[in-house]
Each structure stands twice: as structure tokens, then as C-alpha cells.
């Protein structure tokens, strides 16, 4: 158990870290050009991954009335689509495949941050709101790229811009919990 928590202390500082990437991404996608994809894609794989990362730690650090199968799945679905957004071979496939691997995951990421919400909102937590709204305009936002790759081409681009950003929010807002739990865990220890 011990080694889990000294992990767990150096990982926790993923959240905010992965946080303020996806915003940089988002605020970075404004800039970028349509010929610019190949570039595009090793960063979006990147911040893929850190966010898989941190919902496979957060699903750890959860008590387990918290925990739930789609953290581990939406964890895992970011991880393996980031690597095969980072390193998969062939730019032509990959431009066809990023709109798909867009939608499928900022639908997966979507639906543990509903669900979590649901969850603060039983504890009274004012958080949920946020939350929650932030969930369903991904989850709708993520179905609406699967179906349509014009407007998949374009998102990717351009609107993702704020999906980006205010995930990123979202995440660092979700670390202050965190660091509340580890700093009262560390006093209580210290006594």
C-alpha cells in the first residue's frame, strides 16, 4: 500500500499538468493551418494519452463508491487511440481516421464526467453543475463528429478549440479535490 501512495503523490501532479496541455492544444489549434495535420496529430496523441493517464489514476484515487467500469474503458480507449494517433503509420489514413478518433474520444471521456457528476450532485457538491454540463456538450459534440465528417473536418480545426479548453478547465477543476484530500491526508498523518 505503501508504494501505491508514494505513486500516487508523484501521478497526482498529472492532472493539472494534462489539464493545462489540452488547453495549450486548445489555444494552439487556433493557429494552426489545414496543412499542418501531421504536426497536429503527434500533439493531439500526446494529450490523448495524459488524459487516458490521468482517468486511469483518478479511477485509483476514487473511493470505490466512485469508481466505475467507463473511467478504466474511457482511460484506456484515450491511451490506445493516442498512441495510434502518435505513432500509427500512413498520414493519409490518419487524416482519414481523426475526425473518428476525435468523436470516439471526446464520447468516451464525455460519459465518466456525467456520471461523475451525478455523483457529486448525491454529496451536495456545487461542482456537479459544471460538470455535468461539460459531459453533455461533449458527449453531443462527440456524436455529432462521428456522424458527420464535413463537419468533423471542420471541428478538428476550428470549434475543438473550445472543447479543448474548457476539458482542460475541467480537468484542473477535478485536481482540487485531489490536492484538498492529499493536503488533509498528509496533516491527519503528521499528527
Known sequence: MGVL??????????LPISGLLVVAL???????????????????????????ITELVSFKRKGKEHRT???????????????FTTFGRGMGLLEIALPIIFAVWVISASIPR??????????GSPLWVFMFSFGILGALLGAMLFFSPILSAFVVN???????????INTIILFMPVKLKWVKNKENTQK
Not at 467500469?69 to 498512441?83: E, H, Q, Y
Open 158 to 168: 476550428y470549434a475543438l478549440v473550445v472543447l479543448f479548453i474548457t476539458h482542460g
Open 26 to 52: 486548445g489555444i494552439v489549434m487556433i493557429f494552426i493551418s489545414l496543412d499542418q495535420h501531421e504536426w497536429l496529430a503527434i500533439f493531439i496523441g500526446i494529450a490523448m494519452i495524459l488524459s487516458g
Open 114 to 123: 456525467i456520471k461523475d457528476a451525478l455523483a457529486r450532485k448525491a454529496e
Open 5 to 14: 501512495k508514494n505513486l500516487l503523490k508523484v501521478v497526482k501532479w498529472i
Open 69 to 83: 467500469k467507463t473511467m478504466v474503458i474511457s482511460g484506456v480507449v484515450a491511451i490506445l487511440l493516442g498512441l
